[in-house]
Nanobody, 125 residues
Framework: QVQLVESGGGSVQAGGSLRLSCAGS????????MGWFRQAPGKEREGVAS???????TYANSVKGRFTISQDSAKNTLYLQMNSLKPEDTAVYYC???????????????????WGQGTQVTVSS
C-alpha cells in the first residue's frame, strides 16, 4: 500500500524559506514519478513541481527560480526547497506519486493516483 506523508510546513514571512519533505513507503521509490501540488482556499489544486524516474524536473512558471524539487532515494524521501516565498504561495501542499506519468501530465492532478494528506504553508506579508 502506497503511503505518502508530508512534513515541514509552517508560517513564514515573505522572502523567507521552507523545506517540505514527503516520506514514501509501500513502493519502489525510484520507479515512481513524484510531484508537489498546492491548493489555496477556493482554488483548484495546481501542480508546482515534478521529478521523474530519470531525474528530469518540471516546474510551474510561478515558482521557477524559487523552488527546487529533489529526492533522496535511499531515504524514500521527496523534498521541495522553497525560497523567496510570497504571500501567494500560501496553500496546502501535497506530494503525489505514480508509476508512470506522461511528460505532459507531470503537473496535472490527473496524472497521479497516490497522494499525501498535505501540509499547510502560510506566507505573511
Amino acid at each position: 500500500q502506497v503511503q505518502l506523508v508530508e512534513s515541514g510546513g509552517g508560517s513564514v514571512q515573505a522572502g523567507g524559506s521552507l523545506r517540505l519533505s514527503c516520506a514514501g513507503s509501500g513502493y519502489t521509490y525510484s520507479t515512481y514519478c513524484m510531484g508537489w501540488f498546492r491548493q489555496a482556499p477556493g482554488k483548484e489544486r495546481e501542480g508546482v513541481a515534478s521529478i521523474d524516474t530519470d531525474g528530469s524536473t518540471t516546474y510551474a512558471n510561478s515558482v521557477k527560480g524559487r523552488f527546487t524539487i529533489s529526492q533522496d532515494s535511499a531515504k524514500n524521501t521527496l523534498y521541495l526547497q522553497m525560497n523567496s516565498l510570497k504571500p501567494e504561495d500560501t496553500a496546502v501542499y501535497y506530494c503525489a506519486a505514480n508509476p508512470r506519468v506522461s511528460w505532459w501530465a507531470r503537473l496535472l492532478r490527473g496524472g497521479y493516483n497516490y497522494w499525501g494528506q498535505g501540509t499547510q504553508v502560510t506566507v505573511s506579508s
